[in-house]
Nanobody, 123 residues
């Protein structure tokens, strides 16, 4: 069956960096658009960044543009989220997700989800 397993979360001070990874199995990874979403306490889950099948195109939420970078390695069936200049408002559970579409910012387009990894940014 399809599995998406996130890792790399943790506690970091404001201004610091973290790199999240999401390892996929059970699907033809190179034919799935991949995305990172996040959900902060008491808030709805929101779009963070998405990357197309080949990795040629990426799209970001305005709140993370210029600080976060999404990338993928189709040979390793893994998508990454490099997070720099972290702020306390980036504190959330981060989820990766896979869509058979080339890319999408809509949660309803994503068929498969990971279990999430906690990112906590202290001030």
């Amino acid at each position: 069956q399809v599995q998406l397993v996130e890792s790399g979360g943790g506690l970091v001070q404001a201004g610091g960096s973290l790199r999240l990874s999401c390892a996929a199995s059970g699907l033809t990874f190179s034919r799935y658009g991949m995305c990172w979403f996040r959900q902060a306490p008491g808030k709805e889950r929101e779009f963070v960044a998405t990357i197309t099948w080949t990795g040629d195109n990426t799209y970001y939420a305005d709140s993370v543009k210029g600080r976060f970078t999404i990338s993928r390695d189709n040979a390793k069936n893994t998508v990454y989220l490099q997070m720099n200049s972290l702020k306390p408002e980036d504190t959330a559970v981060y989820y990766c997700a896979a869509t058979p579409s080339d890319w999408s910012q809509s949660q309803s387009d994503y068929d498969y989800w990971g279990q999430g990894t906690q990112v906590t940014v202290s001030s």
